[in-house]
Structures are given as C-alpha cells and as structure tokens.
C-alpha cells in the first residue's frame, strides 16, 4: 500500500506553497488508495512555536486534506534518533559557523556549503585542546547515488562531492534535519515521498542514509515551485499568501481551484474540492517548470 505523507514545519501559518504541496501529496495517496500520516516537523526548537501545530492541523482539515495517522512530534523524539545516530559514521566537528562561512559561497540551491572535512582527521589529542562542544558530521564514502524523482527524472549525485560530510548532530544536541525526516519517515513506513523542489538536492544525502540503515528508499516525486512572474521563489515572508491572509479573501475550495489549475489538472481555476480531483489527478499532467502564481491573486 502507499503511504504518503504531510511533513509541515511549525514555523508560521501554512504557506500557499505548503497547500500546493500538500494537495498534491494528498492527491497522489488517495487517488492510489494510499494511507497519509502527518508528520510534524517540530525538530528546530528555535523556529518551531507550539502554536502553529495547531493551526497545522486545522488548515489541512478545512482545507479537506485529511490523514489516518499522526507520528508523535519531533521534538519528543531524541532517543530515537540517538539510536540511528550511533549506527553511523560520525565525527565531531568543532568549526564555527563563521569560519565555514568566510572563504565559500553557496553550493548548491538549498544552500549548502561543501564541507571540505577539516574536522575529519584530527588526532585524539587535537579533540581534547578544544573548548567547545562539537556539531557532529556524517563521514561520507564517495558513492555516487542515483534515483528516479517522479517529476524531475534520473538525479545522480555524488554526496562527498556535493555537499561533504554533512552534520546529523548540532553542537547544541538538536538532530538534524537529514537524519530525523529519514528515520520517521522510514519507521512510519512512508512509501512515497512528496515535496518541493527545492529539497531535490537534499535526497541523496538522504537516500544514502537510508541504504546505511538499512531501510527501504520510498519514491521521491519533487513539485515545482510556486514564484512571482520574475521567477523569484515566494516565500513565508509574503505575508499575503499565508493561509490565514488568503482565507479572508478565498474560500478553501476557491484556493484549491486555483493550486489545481495552476498545476495543470483542471482547465478551469474555478473552485473545487480535493476529492473532487483524485479521480483525475496523474503527476505527468504536472509541468518541470516552477509555477507562476501571483496573477491568480490579484
Ligand atoms: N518540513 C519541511 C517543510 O515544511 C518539509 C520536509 C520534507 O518534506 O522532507 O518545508
């Protein structure tokens, strides 16, 4: 059976590109007979506010995305992690932010520096000269790895090459992002895995961590972006796309009519249900373009 899945953050209000995501995850699961779980992504206690799990919950559920299941929060979960975490290869890492930062620019879309490994190698003795507590690296090989997204196509990427070796541990004792989405979703046997493109480039660094447990890799489908007309991304900094704004101007169906049509599963972006649209719904109606979407909310 599928098992698909919603992984919101609770860092703000839905977002219009957190609803687009989340109907077509939803589309994707119930026009399969899949199960959906909602996996709320409370990890970073910086950003995460408890009130916004809440009003999670409530936007799906007007929004008429519903779930069988709910994974306990992230924030509850350290113990977990630290199991997983303690099967991997991993080494402290005692560079500042700042020196990491000084001499690079960003690698890759989602930002990602390539970690050159200067923490790798140092010697016992050189660990016990430091006086602060360490982030903690994955110690990545230099398998190259591959997979089929379902929108994008065969991606191959090198994880040493892209990024280095990648932190699963913060210096403060958070798991990181990396590690805690592979092992939930994993353990709340996730088959397929729905998100925004910008997380493409993050997969294999995942999908190498998955083959290092020993878990099975679910099927990636990436979405486009949504973005202003100049191809800019929107962000939760527009506060007018964030669903409590939108909600005082559209109707939940109003809003899905809109996402749908703009992704290019109805002719018309009059307002419609979700369940109205899952006997319809095929990804390969979905373009590879990001989606501009501001004229439809003038
Ligand atoms: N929590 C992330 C977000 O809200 C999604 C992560 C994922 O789907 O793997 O953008």
Redesign the pocket.
């Known amino acids: 059976m599928t098992v698909g899945r919603f992984?919101?953050?609770p860092s703000g209000r839905m977002h219009l590109g957190?609803v687009f995501t989340a109907l077509l995850a939803w589309l994707s699961v119930r026009s399969q007979g899949g199960k959906m779980l909602l996996r709320i992504?409370d990890l970073d206690p910086e950003r995460s506010k408890p009130e916004f799990i809440h009003a999670l919950r409530e936007d799906l559920l007007l929004l008429g995305l519903d779930w069988e299941e709910e994974m306990p929060l992230q924030s509850g979960r350290a113990e977990v992690y630290e199991t997983y975490f303690s099967k991997l290869p991993v080494y402290p890492c005692y560079c500042t932010r700042k020196e990491l930062h000084s001499a690079r620019a960003p690698h890759s879309s989602d930002g990602t520096f390539l970690y050159e490994g200067t923490c790798r190698h140092l010697s016992p003795a050189q660990r016990a000269e430091k006086s602060r507590a360490p982030s903690w690296r994955l110690a990545l090989d230099h398998r190259e790895i591959s997979f089929i997204d379902g929108i994008y196509g065969l991606q191959k990427q090198i994880p040493a090459q892209a990024c280095g070796d990648f932190i699963l541990r913060r210096a403060d004792g958070v798991y990181a992002?990396q590690l805690a989405?592979v092992v939930d979703d994993a353990l709340g046997g996730v088959t397929e895995?729905v998100?925004?493109r910008d997380?493409l480039d993050s997969t294999p660094r995942q999908i190498w961590l998955y083959e290092r447990l020993g878990f099975p890799v679910p099927k990636f489908i990436h979405v486009p972006l949504l973005v202003a007309p100049d191809g800019r991304r929107l962000s939760k900094r527009e506060a007018d796309l964030d669903l409590s704004a939108l909600l005082l101007r559209y109707s939940p169906q109003e809003l899905t009519g809109i996402l749908a049509y703009a992704a290019g599963l109805t002719d018309s972006p009059g307002p419609i249900t979700p369940q109205e649209l899952i006997h319809s719904f095929a990804w390969s109606k979905l373009p590879q373009e990001n989606i501009s979407i501001l004229e439809y909310f003038k």
């Open positions: 992984a919101p953050s957190n992504e992002y989405v895995v998100r925004g997380l």
